[in-house]
Structures are given as structure tokens and as C-alpha cells.
């Protein structure tokens, strides 16, 4: 059984909130057997970001680390190839794929070295279990990484999403209500975009992804609120695991 732990992005944090989501990206891959350094390929060049946590990685020792540029559907092959080989000068990466999570291409072969290369062991989780997460907090994050990938150049780390209605219907479909929290006003113009256009289109790819994972029709309602300091309160930490000292 191969266990992914997703972690958090790592990135330079300046806030209390950001700082604990650094710390528990790299908890989460201290525990890991291998590691995976996914590199979005499709600008060409990896950022300051990126090389910080190669640095980082090539001071671990015995940790395996493989490089995988994500993306290839949206780079010529020989800018792909070019970065590979100049991110590969950096640190001894045990392998190197390039996939497109979009296309699935490269994906099967990531997957088939996987499972050669990971130590065999009894099953952690039942086999038909996609995710160790509540089913509530896993909707929420959903709709939470669709707005991160739809504003992280505006709204960073700077919002909250919680799942407060969950009703299902005699036809086997549910009903969401999910509250996106941001601590001011103007971020919540941005989220809701001109004539809500933005919220409809993030309310759109979130309900297709649950869709896909409850197996089941999903009507999803999305409200934006404003919450001052909430990134200050310790119960959002606990709900995500998330360590407030770090």
C-alpha cells in the first residue's frame, strides 16, 4: 500500500499561521520513506522557494528524493529538458519523471516505481479509503485548494474554509454550505470577483471534484465572510492539525 501524505506548500512564512504550516510540511516528510519534489515545469525555471527546499533536502542524509515536474502539457520539451537537467545538477535525486496531473501522462510510470521502490509492509488504511480525513474537513479542503489555485498570488494562506451544513437526500445525493473566512473586507471582494463570477467558478470546480470522490450528485453553496484575527484562533489550528508554538 502506497500512503501519500500530502503536506503542506513550503514556502518563507511571516505570519503565525504560515510558520505552523511550514513546521508541519517538514514533520510530515521526516516521517516519509521517500520523498516527491513536485516543481510546477510550466514557467520554465524553478523559484528561490524551490531551490531553498533542494538545499534543505540535500542536507538530510539517507533521505531519497525524487524530482517530478508536474506540468509537461504546458512546456516545450526542450525548456522541460533543460530544467530538468539544471535542477538535477543541484542534488542527487534518486529518479526523475515528468508528468501532467491534468493529462495523467507520466503518472502510470511514477506510480510502477513506486511500488518497486517503497518497502513492503501490512495495510494502514482499508484499501477502498482515499483520504484518513473527516469527511467534512476533506470538502472543505477541497474548495480551500481551489481557491488557493485560483488566488495564491493574492490571497496566500489568508483564508479559511469551514464545512457548516451537510444534509443528504432521499436520492443519494448531499447538500454543502461551506464558509470561506478571510480577515478583511477587500479579500472578500477578491474571492467573489465582479459579479460573482469568481466564487461561481471556484464553487463549480470544487462541486466536480466532490462529485468525483463522494461518487454522488453534490449541490454546493458557498458564503464569504469576514472574520477579524481568525487565523489567531487556536481551535482552527486544531482542526488542522497544526502545531500554534511552531
Known sequence: QI???????IFTPKKRLERAIVAAAWEGDADAD????LVDASRGKANAETHAIIEKLATQKGKRVVLVLNKIDQIAAERLLALSAKLNETMGFVATFMISAKTGSGTK????????????????????????????LLAAEITREKLFHKLHDEL??????ETEGWEDFKNGSVKLDQTIY???ESHKAIILGKGGQQI??????????????LETRVHLKLFVKVRENWADDPERYRLWGLDPSA
Do not use: C, Q
Open 3 to 9: 500512503v501519500f501524505v500530502d503536506t503542506p506548500g
Open 34 to 37: 521517500l520523498t516527491l519534489l
Open 109 to 136: 510510470d511514477l506510480m510502477g516505481w513506486l511500488a518497486n521502490h517503497l518497502p513492503k509492509g501490512p495495510f494502514l488504511f482499508p484499501a477502498d479509503e482515499i483520504s484518513d480525513m473527516p469527511v467534512r
Open 156 to 161: 496566500p494562506y489568508a483564508l479559511s474554509v
Open 182 to 184: 478571510v480577515a478583511r
Open 200 to 213: 461561481k467558478k471556484i464553487g463549480e470546480e470544487a462541486r466536480k471534484e466532490l462529485e468525483d470522490i
